[in-house]
C-alpha cells in the first residue's frame, strides 16, 4: 500500500478544490445559458401565441365585419334596388300616362273633326237629294218656273228694264205666263226675256239696266243655303 505524504495531500486537497470550483463554474454557467435558451423560447412561444391570439382576434373581427358588412351591403343593396325599381317604374308609369293623354288628345280632335265631316257630307247630301228632286219637280211641272219668275220680280221695288235669263226648256211655259205674272205683282218693269241654252231648268236670274242683279235660280238658292250652313262649302252637282 503507497503511503501519501502530507504535502501530496494538501496538493491533491488544492486540485480537488480547484476542480470542483470549475466544474461548479461551468456547470452555473451551463445552467444559466440553458435557462436563457429557456427564456429565450419561452419568450418566442409567447409572442408567437400573441401572434396567433392576435392573428385569430383579427381573423374573427375580419369575418364578423365582412359579415355585418354583407348584411348591411345586402339591406342596402335591397333598399337602393327598391328605389331604383320605384323610379324606374314611376317613370314607365308617368310614359303610359302621357301617352294616353296624347292619344285621347288627338282621339278627341279627330272625332271632333269626324263629327263635323259627317255633318257636313250629310247636309251636302241632303242638298244633292234635294236637287234631284227639284230638278225632277221642274221635269214633271215646268210651270214651277213661274214661281220663281214672280219672286223675282216681286224683289224688284223701283220700276226699270230687266234683262232675265231662262233655261231653254222653261222658255215656252215662261213666256206664256209673263203677262199675268206682271199683272199680278203690278210691275211697270219693262222685260225682256234671255234664254241660256245651258242654264238648269229652273234658272231665274234678273238684271237692271243699273247692273243690279237678282238670282232666284233654285240651284243658286240651295247653294247658298248650304255656304251659310257650311263655310267654305257649296252644294255638290249630280
Do not use: Y
Not at 39 to 67: C, K, Y
Not at 229 to 235: F, I, S, T
Amino acid at each position: 500500500m503507497a503511503v501519501i505524504r502530507q504535502s501530496d495531500a494538501l496538493r491533491l486537497a488544492e486540485e480537488a478544490i480547484a476542480l470542483d470550483l470549475g466544474d461548479l463554474k461551468r456547470q452555473g454557467d451551463a445552467l444559466v445559458g440553458h435557462a436563457r435558451e429557456r427564456a429565450a423560447a419561452i419568450v418566442a412561444e409567447a409572442n408567437a401565441e400573441r401572434e396567433r391570439i392576435m392573428r385569430g382576434i383579427e381573423q374573427d373581427a375580419h369575418r364578423e365585419g365582412m359579415a355585418r358588412g354583407t348584411k348591411d351591403g345586402l339591406e342596402a343593396g335591397r333598399k337602393q334596388g327598391h328605389e331604383a325599381a320605384l323610379r324606374e317604374r314611376k317613370q314607365q308609369l308617368e310614359a303610359i300616362e302621357k301617352g294616353w293623354l296624347q292619344a285621347l288628345t288627338q282621339f278627341e280632335q279627330l272625332r271632333a273633326t269626324m263629327l263635323q265631316q259627317s255633318r257636313e257630307d250629310v247636309l251636302e247630301l241632303a242638298v244633292m237629294l234635294a236637287q234631284r228632286v227639284v230638278r225632277r219637280q221642274f221635269e214633271v211641272d215646268p210651270t214651277l218656273v213661274n214661281e220663281q219668275l214672280e219672286a223675282c220680280l216681286r224683289a224688284v221695288v223701283k220700276p226699270t228694264s230687266l234683262l232675265i235669263t231662262i233655261a231653254q226648256a222653261d222658255e215656252a211655259v215662261v213666256r206664256a205666263a209673263l203677262p199675268a205674272i206682271l199683272s199680278r205683282v203690278g210691275s211697270s218693269h219693262s222685260v225682256t226675256l234671255n234664254v241660256d241654252v245651258s242654264a238648269e231648268p229652273g234658272t231665274c236670274i234678273a238684271r237692271s239696266a243699273g247692273g243690279g242683279m237678282i238670282d232666284a235660280s233654285v240651284e243658286t238658292q240651295l247653294t247658298r243655303i248650304v255656304e251659310s250652313l257650311v263655310p267654305d262649302r257649296k252644294a255638290g252637282a249630280s
